[in-house]
């Protein structure tokens, strides 16, 4: 008999071609998750489930599906996942690390560009007709190189954002778990207390994966730390920050701007009081969204499925089986 898997979105058409020559995949036709319920049944039976970010894949789930062998993340972030009940049943996990550290990188250096020149105020000016004559006052917004960033949690992106920053000849702050001594040796990099980089950095970017110590790093305390011209910037993920703390801290001026593409809820209903702020880009968690990272992520996700049901380790696994 054929493996059977639960697919929780389409998937790029090189995938599915891949997978659908090794198996009996069923996708999720919809844009939108699948619903609770469905998940619970659909994985009930099935051998395999890919699955997204935006799945919760919790125990009640991973304690029914008692035919899984393997769960695959089509994501380097599996905190939708609940990862202990998966090594209780020595399921593997697999996600996609490496091949989106750039793409994500990237966004984080777009979003401190758009937030220090207030590229979305300036692309709405143009276009509303307020153009009318050249400035000298208008639209003024700040530095970027020369400035002094701080980078939250300094794994691969956030070392990957280093490395832009220190082509734009900044100073570089770190607070992480334990030191990174290739990034001081090569960037010039200091580690500090996370007070320390709060109070000291004009850019501060957000790398940390979310768990317990995370959820809500960024809350009033710490905004009350940072500079008033401040320039909070989050692609990791929303609960990390605090949102009517970061609300309270950009309609007060505590500080200047905030450039998200990730928020808390996700996704940010459009009717939030955030979407009114001006000092605020928001954009709709499109970290690793270029065509080449994300088909490679889809690729690495049905690699990950297939050596998880023939039985062997998968090439990148958050929980393998023997764990
Ligand atoms: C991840 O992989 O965790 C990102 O948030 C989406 O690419």
Not at 70 to 78: C, F, H, P, R, T
Request: glycine share 6%; net charge negative; with cysteine.
């Amino acid at each position: 008999m054929p493996f059977t898997v639960f697919v929780t979105r389409h998937l790029t058409p090189d995938a599915e071609e891949k997978l659908n020559a090794f198996c009996i995949a069923e996708y999720w036709p919809e844009k939108t998750p699948p619903p609770y319920q469905v998940l619970l049944e659909k994985t009930q039976k099935v051998d395999g489930l890919i699955s997204m970010l935006t799945d919760p894949i919790d125990k009640k789930i991973i304690e029914g599906a008692k035919n899984l062998k393997v769960i695959s993340q089509v994501a380097v972030g599996v905190d939708n996942i609940d990862l202990k009940a998966a090594k209780a049943r020595k399921i593997p996990v697999g996600h996609t690390p490496d091949l989106l550290t750039d793409a994500t990188a990237d966004l984080a250096f777009a979003l401190i560009l758009g937030a220090a020149r207030r590229l979305g105020e300036a692309i709405d000016y143009a276009r509303d007709g307020q153009w009318q004559t050249w400035s000298l006052t208008n639209l003024l917004g700040a530095d970027v190189h020369g400035r002094t960033l701080g980078i939250i949690g300094m794994g691969r992106i956030g070392q990957a954002v280093a490395r832009r920053a220190a082509g734009f000849e900044m100073k570089i702050l770190y607070y992480n778990r334990s030191r990174v001594s290739e990034i001081e040796t090569e960037l010039g990099a200091s580690y500090v207390s996370l007070d320390e980089l709060l109070k000291s950095a004009d850019i501060i970017s957000l790398h940390v994966p979310l768990n317990k110590e995370s959820k809500g790093l960024i809350g009033a305390e710490q905004f009350k730390l940072m500079k008033e011209d401040a320039i909070l910037v989050n692609t990791a993920r929303g609960e990390v920050v605090d949102t009517d703390a970061l609300m309270t801290a950009l309609k007060s001026n505590q500080i200047g701007y905030a450039a998200l593409d990730v928020t808390d809820p996700e996704p940010l209903p459009n009717t939030h009081e955030l979407y009114q702020l001006p000092n605020v880009i928001i954009t709709p968690h499109i970290g690793s969204a270029t065509r080449t990272t994300r088909s490679a992520m889809a690729i690495l996700a049905v690699d990950n499925l297939i050596a998880g049901l023939e039985n062997q380790p998968l090439p990148k696994a958050v929980v393998s089986s023997e764990s």
